[in-house]
């Protein structure tokens, strides 16, 4: 572990050996993949950290960084001209994810605080051992294999994704059931502070793949796999998992469990409990009984739940209406299944945002059943993420933003926490943070939704960061051409930069999808000067 030691600014009380320590630490980082490819960042951090170190902090001001790190002339004027703002913006949020990934080990930590140019550093005692994760891949280079790129995990513990279980029943409508055992799995693997798990999307990429362990690890940036088989019969279900080190490919741990459909959850928490074995991982509620699965016996309403999920990941106006139904009959079999009232609140806000279900008692409706999963499960990180999206659209950003943090604390591998939390940060103009938490919803997803594009890009907008906010949008496009929300903002962005050939474009596109209707979707701006920006924007889109 990493012990800061002392914080300060610039040389001050620093031996020379310290000091070459830092410069040291500034060549790595503007070698690494977060700078390497952006020269006006490495210029600004360069500057500001070679001026601090040399004392000079007075040369620090928003004037002599405009000309001697952005060749702006003398007559620059910060009123007009925010360059050195926004780029300080963007150097603050490179920085994060440097830090996040490969300047976890940095001896010397470098940040630039809000509202002065002169860095401050924190210098940390050396880690004194690798992490699994940063062990060299010394098996793909014995035997001359082309290693593929590999994406650097940033955690200093065990890193697993949960492959989507193969449905081996006869029947091929029990694809749910299988979806629901991975997705069950995913859930109490994540809310083990001593792991880092992959999230369901980007583990769903690989449903139906064939690639080798080797190669998905390295997509992934992880080191084990968790793979297996559910054969459901009647009454009774067969369940095969393994654990795969995803650098050797050497099986660790294999087993099998015949079972009765009651006793599914147990089989669940099993699996859980060995790969923790297998893994030898320490985590600080080792002693304590880690909360449930819902709180239900009643196999039926379980059923009933992954029907639901099963139609509400289509995202289509018939399928979140299908997966509404189910959740509804699930929690009127058990009005005390907490898991079918926070999946229930979470499709009811879907429908109500992308206007499938506009009425406000809808909005209502999720905040009732949402209510009652925290009175019943109430350390659920899912169900906290939750009332955190359902609080952001109700206008209660407080109470939004708290539920957000309550989540990810729970559960630090939970992306759709971050993401909730990231989105409600934004629309709050807490732009930076919000940036912060999306990175991190990311890298638990390495293949994001359209939806993570969304709140990326919504981030960027309001850090007034207008082309990484539309490369953002046009990534989401990519991943589905009818995403409503990211052809909407795109618009958006287009309008208030000039372009309005393409912001016509995408205005065509929005009516094609909609129908015609308007609004496109709902908003929520939790900042007053934001929301009557994006009202003036929306009207001169002509989407209002």
Known sequence: MHIAMTENVGNQNRTGA??????????????????????????????????????????????????????????????????????????????????DREGRTDSVRFELPKGAYAIHMEWRAPKTTLSLHELPDASAKAVGRTVPTRLRPIEDRPSLVVLPFANMSSNPEQEYFADGITDSLITELSRLPGLFVISRHSSFIYKGVSKRAEEIGAELGIRYLLEGSVHRAAERVRITAQLIDAVSGAHLWAERYDRELKDVFAVQDDVSQRI?????????????????????VNVEAHDCLLRGLERFWKFTSESTAEASAQLIH??????????SHAWLARVLVFRWIMMLDPNPETLERAYEHIRLAVDLDPKDPHTQGVLCWVQLWRKQGVASIAAGWRAVDLDPNNADAYFFLSFALAVSDRGEEGLHNIIKAMRLTPHPSAFYQTALGLCYFVLEEYELAIAAYKRGIEVTDVSIPNHYWLCLIYVLIGRDEEARIERERLVELTGGRKPALQHIWLNDDLGFRMQGLARLAGLD
Do not use: W
């Not at 923790?276 to 239900?296: D, E, I």
């Open 276 to 296: 923790v074995n297998v893994l030898q991982v320490k985590f600080a509620a080792a002693g304590q009984k880690r909360s449930s699965h819902g709180g239900t």
């Open 330 to 339: 699930a929690v009127e079999l058990d009005p005390g299944y907490a898991a």
């Open 18 to 99: 310290e000091i070459a320590k830092a410069r040291n630490c500034l060549d790595r980082i503007l070698a690494s993949s977060c700078f390497v490819q952006s020269e006006r960042q490495q210029r600004f951090l360069k500057f500001i950290v070679t001026e601090t170190l040399a004392g000079h902090t007075d040369r620090l001001k928003g004037y002599t960084i405009a000309l001697e790190v952005f060749d702006r002339d003398v007559s620059f004027d910060p009123a007009i001209d925010a360059i050195v703002r926004v780029e300080a913006t963007r150097l603050r949020a490179k920085l994060r994810e440097y830090y």
